[in-house]
Nanobody
Framework: VQLQASGGGLVQPGESLRLSCAAS????????MYWYRQAPGKQRELVAG???????NYADSVEGRFTISRDNRKKTVYLQMNSLKPEGTAVYYC???????????????WGQGTQVTVSS
């Protein structure tokens, strides 16, 4: 199983960016999916999560500005980030709780990270 994150880049404060993370490999079921971020010198923090039936939760710092969504057919999770702030500069990682077969318990898999830089 692999998770491939994409969509990072350099934007100015107030602008938007959309991240994508696609799961591939032998997959029976993708359960919850998450976006985390890690800024320089800081611990990795949870940004948003979405369950298999699309219930969502957000960190207080992004509530109302970020939207997490998923396309189950494509096994892909998205993070729409609006009104970006300089403190949003970080490497963004996706995580998926994935079941490879009906005979195995779900495991967590991480994507490789994508850099988001918010600067004027």
């Amino acid at each position: 199983v692999q998770l491939q994150a994409s969509g990072g880049g350099l934007v100015q404060p107030g602008e938007s960016l959309r991240l994508s993370c696609a799961a591939s490999g032998i997959i029976a079921r993708v359960n919850a999916m998450y976006w985390y971020r890690q800024a320089p010198g800081k611990q990795r923090e949870l940004v948003a999560g979405i369950t298999s039936d699309s219930n969502t939760n957000y960190a207080d710092s992004v509530e109302g500005r970020f939207t997490i969504s998923r396309d189950n057919r494509k096994k892909t999770v998205y993070l729409q980030m609006n009104s970006l702030k300089p403190e949003g500069t970080a490497v963004y990682y996706c995580k998926g709780r994935i079941q490879e077969s009906q005979y195995r318990l779900p495991q967590d898999y991480w994507g490789q990270g994508t850099q988001v830089t918010v600067s004027s």
